[in-house]
């Protein structure tokens, strides 16, 4: 087959891990035969150094052609000024709402060679499997009125809103049940119903669409008691959905689950289909431009290669490759082989490209 994938390097880290994705995409249209034309564009904090603009046109436009967006990280201390007007992260947040992708899926499945990673007793974390799904293009990170003003005693004030409407929670939902009903059949969804409105209207929405999935069992939980929840009993969920900002959240600390930010990919889907009738996804790993080891070469770029995996499934309908990307990075695994995130003390951690090569040499 014959596809167009927008690269988005971003900063940070992400350069670097991107070159390693590309580099296993390459060996896997050389082995299965297909042909990917790949075009990178800027985003974020390198898109406002070269044209003022966290998300330019011909970065936007080339997403929109293309079948499917993978982005390696946005941000870093360069463009953090709190007063300026422009930031890296715009470009990420304009791009998911312009593409409508409401949906990120972020998978948290502890590799059983990296449970001793994890800050987490072995004995937790064995059989967990659960897949977060967050609202991506709604609530605070996007609800209007949002704005810095002073305020009646001439000091400033700031404020951000919360908003869900019905048909935007309805959505997410939905595929919550329909991905669990492909699982274990179990939906957890994250609230404050007990003091936002918003969430009120959310666990209301829920609740409503569970009636159509009587096969499915539905778990509400307050998003604090979520937090520990997900650590004293992570092999108990299946699918947990949950808005933006506590999406964000959770999927951090989620992370750890796994040894490692660096080790979680995820996708963001939408209602916007590609030229094979799939949807025009955009996968990126959780984990953000690391500028404290940028340039050195040493990130661990597995989150992103499997971040690639999930796009060749979701976007591509290339479910054997992408399997074969999961066992070479499994394989890889096996043997011992670590980056410096998820090694054992006294263990000589891989460089970003080194571990990519011993994926490539697994496939
Ligand atoms: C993420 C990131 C982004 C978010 C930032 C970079 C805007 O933390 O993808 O989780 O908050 O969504
Ligand atoms: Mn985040």
């Not at 000589?348 to 040499?361: F, R, V």
């Given at each position: 087959?014959?596809?167009?994938?927008?690269?988005?390097?971003?900063?940070?880290?992400?350069?670097?891990?991107?070159?390693?994705?590309?580099?296993?995409?390459?060996?896997?249209?050389?082995?299965?035969?297909?042909?990917?034309?790949?075009?990178?564009?800027?985003?974020?904090?390198?898109?406002?150094?070269?044209?003022?603009?966290?998300?330019?046109?011909?970065?936007?436009?080339?997403?929109?052609?293309?079948?499917?967006?993978?982005?390696?990280?946005?941000?870093?201390?360069?463009?953090?000024?709190?007063?300026?007007?422009?930031?890296?992260?715009?470009?990420?947040?304009?791009?998911?709402?312009?593409?409508?992708?409401?949906?990120?899926?972020?998978?948290?499945?502890?590799?059983?060679?990296?449970?001793?990673?994890?800050?987490l007793?072995?004995s937790y974390l064995e059989g967990t499997?659960m897949?977060?799904?967050?609202?991506?293009?709604?609530?605070?990170?996007?609800?209007?009125?949002?704005?810095?003003?002073?305020?009646?005693?001439?000091?400033?004030?700031?404020?951000?809103?919360?908003?869900?409407?019905?048909?935007?929670?309805?959505?997410?939902?939905?595929?919550?049940?329909?991905?669990?009903?492909?699982?274990?059949?179990?939906?957890t969804?994250?609230?404050?119903?007990?003091?936002?409105?918003?969430?009120?209207?959310?666990?209301?929405?829920?609740?409503?669409?569970?009636?159509?999935?009587?096969?499915?069992?539905?778990e509400?939980l307050?998003?604090?008691a979520a937090?520990m929840h997900l650590l004293s009993r992570p092999r108990d969920f299946?699918?947990?959905?949950?808005?933006?900002?506590?999406?964000?959240?959770?999927?951090?600390?989620?992370?750890?689950l796994?040894?490692?930010?660096?080790?979680?990919?995820?996708?963001?889907?939408?209602?916007?289909?590609?030229?094979?009738?799939?949807?025009?996804?955009?996968?990126?790993?959780?984990?953000?431009?690391?500028?404290?080891?940028?340039?050195?070469?040493?990130?661990?770029?597995?989150?992103?290669?499997?971040?690639?995996?999930?796009?060749?499934?979701?976007?591509?309908?290339?479910?054997?490759?992408?399997?074969?990307?999961?066992?070479?990075?499994?394989?890889?695994?096996?043997?011992?082989?670590?980056?410096?995130?998820?090694?054992?003390?006294?263990?000589?951690?891989?460089?970003?490209?080194?571990?990519?090569?011993?994926?490539?040499?697994?496939?």
């Amino acid at each position: 087959m014959k596809a167009k994938i927008t690269l988005l390097p971003g900063d940070g880290i992400g350069p670097e891990i991107i070159v390693a994705s590309e580099k296993i995409l390459k060996r896997i249209s050389e082995k299965f035969g297909h042909e990917f034309e790949m075009d990178s564009q800027h985003i974020g904090g390198i898109a406002i150094d070269e044209t003022g603009n966290p998300l330019p046109d011909e970065t936007l436009d080339s997403c929109k052609k293309s079948d499917a967006v993978l982005l390696g990280a946005v941000g870093g201390p360069k463009w953090d000024d709190p007063n300026a007007s422009v930031r890296p992260e715009q470009g990420l947040l304009g791009l998911r709402k312009e593409l409508g992708l409401f949906a990120n899926l972020r998978p948290v499945q502890p590799h059983p060679q990296l449970l001793g990673a994890s800050p987490l007793k072995e004995s937790y974390l064995e059989g967990t499997d659960m897949l977060i799904l967050r609202e991506l293009t709604g609530g605070v990170y996007f609800g209007q009125p949002r704005e810095k003003r002073i305020n009646a005693n001439g000091e400033e004030e700031a404020l951000d809103t919360m908003i869900y409407s019905e048909s935007e929670v309805f959505r997410i939902a939905k595929l919550a049940f329909d991905i669990a009903g492909t699982r274990r059949k179990k939906v957890t969804s994250v609230d404050k119903a007990n003091v936002l409105e918003s969430s009120r209207l959310w666990r209301k929405t829920v609740a409503k669409l569970a009636e159509d999935y009587p096969e499915i069992e539905l778990e509400n939980l307050l998003v604090d008691a979520a937090t520990m929840h997900l650590l004293s009993r992570p092999r108990d969920f299946d699918v947990m959905v949950t808005m933006n900002l506590f999406g964000d959240i959770i999927t951090d600390e989620a992370s750890m689950l796994t040894g490692s930010m660096g080790n979680m990919p995820s996708a963001a889907l939408g209602e916007g289909l590609n030229s094979f009738g799939k949807p025009r996804g955009m996968y990126e790993p959780i984990h953000g431009s690391a500028p404290d080891i940028a340039g050195q070469g040493i990130a661990n770029p597995i989150g992103m290669i499997l971040s690639a995996a999930m796009m060749l499934r979701h976007s591509l309908g290339l479910s054997s490759e992408a399997e074969a990307i999961e066992k070479a990075v499994d394989a890889v695994l096996n043997a011992g082989h670590r980056t410096s995130d998820i090694a054992k003390e006294g263990e000589s951690p891989l460089g970003t490209m080194e571990m990519a090569e011993k994926i490539i040499s697994a496939l």
